[in-house]
């Protein structure tokens, strides 16, 4: 994974899932604790009654938790996603967006749990909001952490 902010923007906005949903990361905090994704409505992504496909989503959401806490942690750690789910609130047309965002002090904690030879499963939520700040759907995130050589 890049190092650099910019080259990560790069590096996922040509990941071809994401080109093809229209998915578009515009914003990564120059310490990776923050990252901003939006989507577009477009023929790409849209659904048979005219609104974003659920899996774009879903989708724009799936993997950025887990790149934080990878970014953050350091190679000494095993990050992954064990599980999702995701609430569909309200239509979303336009664009849509979520923020990233894991604080310094939950990453303290997840470190300090993991030294200490905890398996840890964390879970964070995002919102996908639309051009109004309304929220179109909640995706919940279950992700796994421990350190490396810790069985």
């Not at 990560?8 to 990564?28: A, D, H, Q, S, T």
């Not at 190679?75 to 992954?80: A, F, L, M, N, R």
């Not at 200490?116 to 700040?133: L, R």
Request: proline share 6%.
């Amino acid at each position: 994974m890049p190092r650099n902010p910019a080259r990560l923007i790069k590096f996922i906005n040509f990941y071809p899932p994401f080109l093809g949903m229209n998915i578009r990361v515009v914003f990564v905090a120059p310490d990776f604790r923050t990252i901003r994704v939006e989507s577009k409505l477009t023929w790409r992504n849209l659904n048979a009654v005219g609104t974003h496909f659920g899996g774009t989503l879903y989708a724009m959401c799936d993997p950025f938790f887990m790149l934080i806490l990878m970014q953050a942690l350091g190679e000494g750690y095993i990050v992954w996603d064990k599980a999702a789910t995701i609430r569909f609130l309200r239509p979303g047309r336009g664009k849509v967006s979520a923020t990233f965002h894991i604080p310094q002090e939950t990453i303290d904690d997840l470190r300090a749990r993991a030294d200490a030879g905890e398996k840890i499963e964390p879970t964070f939520v995002v919102d996908v909001v639309d051009e109004k700040g309304d929220t179109v759907a909640r995706v919940e995130k279950l992700l796994y952490v421990r350190k490396k050589n810790s069985q």
